[in-house]
Nanobody
Framework: QLQLVESGGGLVQPGGSLRLSCAAS????????IGWFRQVPGKEREGVSC????????YYAESVKGRFTISRDNAKNMVYLQMNSLKPEDTAVYYC????????????????????WGQGTQVTVSS
């Protein structure tokens, strides 16, 4: 059974930090690209940050560059998204997702490429 479970979301004030975690079970992440996506009501799902399985290539949405960092620990089957300097516009449901065998790096953070999805975790940035 393939499963991804996010954790670490919550309420944080603007300028604060959160670290999201994504735990994989039923498979190992070594050969999977992992993505963090977010969605707010009325907007399309957005690729926030993604990391390849092969060479560690990463993608960051322009809106989060310099503030968010994606990392993976294959030995622990875990993926993280460190979010710093959070802004109210970062408020969303955040999902982690995985796909095996992504070879086109320009599609690394395209949601349609991903096969396995977590249930999402709410991040709310508000004072």
């Amino acid at each position: 059974q393939l499963q991804l479970v996010e954790s670490g979301g919550g309420l944080v004030q603007p300028g604060g930090s959160l670290r999201l975690s994504c735990a994989a079970s039923g498979f190992t992440l070594d050969y999977y690209a992992i993505g963090w996506f977010r969605q707010v009501p009325g907007k399309e799902r957005e690729g926030v940050s993604c990391i390849s399985s092969s060479d560690g290539s990463t993608y960051y949405a322009e809106s989060v560059k310099g503030r968010f960092t994606i990392s993976r620990d294959n030995a622990k089957n875990m993926v993280y998204l460190q979010m710093n300097s959070l802004k109210p516009e970062d408020t969303a449901v955040y999902y982690c997702a995985a796909v095996e065998g992504v070879t086109l790096l320009f599609r690394l953070c395209v949601s349609d490429e991903y096969d396995y999805w977590g249930q999402g975790t709410q991040v709310t940035v508000s004072s």
